[in-house]
């Protein structure tokens, strides 16, 4: 069956760092995937979508890949911030969402 | 900015209940989409609809109907509540089923009793 996956249930890093987070899927031949922040009592929030003949994506401190040989997405934000703590997803064809990363930027 | 709105943000129902959550969409989009969202799972499909009167299955629609008799505007329906389908509730709306980010509205988060 189709699986997506994202192997971190939380990540925690000091501010100004890089993080990065993953995710992988099986079973499934995606067009694209999305990449999705969520709050606390919140929908998910759109934030930026790849498609599979694209290598990279960038939009300000964020940056999404997505190698489909490994059938992996990665999202990476730069100079993290606290502001930048929450829940992110990732989204095959807004179908099938993985169970979210909590990332938490300490100060 | 697209605006996804739920009818309400908290619900408490009893077990056996018919209930309806409402979802309206302002931007023309053709899709919709309800999914259900619990700790561990991450959100999962239930319904999709990519035009007026038109509905597919996602992976959970076991419990649940769906309808959309005007462009904007999608229910969701659990024919008879049950305690199992207590959850956070989302809708979204998309442009196009492909190639678009999601618009999702804040939530409606049901508790059968």
């Known amino acids: 069956s189709q699986k997506i996956e994202q192997n971190s249930e939380a990540l925690n890093i000091q501010e100004g760092k890089t993080a990065t987070l993953t995710c992988n899927y099986t079973n499934y031949s995606p067009a694209y995937l999305q990449w999705y922040r969520q709050d606390p009592g919140r929908g998910p929030v759109f934030l930026l979508l790849?498609?599979?003949?694209?290598k990279e994506k960038r939009k300000e401190r964020l940056k999404v890949t997505f190698d489909t040989t490994l059938k992996q997405s990665l999202f990476h934000i730069t100079a993290s911030q606290p502001a930048d703590s929450a829940t992110y997803l990732c989204?095959?064809?807004?179908?099938?969402f993985g169970a979210g990363t909590r990332l938490t930027v300490k100060p | 900015d697209v605006k996804v709105t739920q009818s309400s943000r908290y619900l408490v129902k009893r077990t056996g209940e018919k209930v309806f959550l409402e979802c309206v969409q302002d931007m023309d989009h053709e899709n919709m989409f309800w999914y259900r969202q619990d700790p561990g799972l991450g959100l999962r499909l239930i319904y999709f609809?990519?035009?007026?009167?038109?509905?597919e299955k996602g992976d959970i629609p076991e419990g649940y109907s769906v309808s959309r008799e005007k462009k904007e505007r999608f229910s969701l329906i659990l024919e008879s509540a049950s305690t199992n389908q207590t959850s956070m509730y989302l809708c979204a709306s998309s442009l196009q089923i492909d190639s678009y980010g999601y618009t999702f509205g804040s939530g409606t988060r049901l508790t059968v009793v």
């Open positions: 609809s990519y035009d007026v009167k038109m509905k």
């Open positions: 790849i498609r599979e003949n694209e």
């Open positions: 989204a095959l064809r807004g179908m099938r």
